[in-house]
């Protein structure tokens, strides 16, 4: 079973595209991600809230 949804995979694919051309902003501070890992996370965070299947983030304890 998939992991990760049609939708999240898009919305993925459309950050990254924008972390590429060096347009992606984080949120609050608005300051340029440089960060691939980072650029991702963005992504899924993205899907997590159009309602996209994706897994809840781990927690560090």
Known sequence: MAKYGKKAQEMVEETMEEFKKGELKSGKS???VTDRKQAVAIGLSKA???GAKVPEPQKHA
Do not use: A, L
């Open 30 to 32: 608005g300051r340029k």
């Open 48 to 50: 997590r809230k159009k």
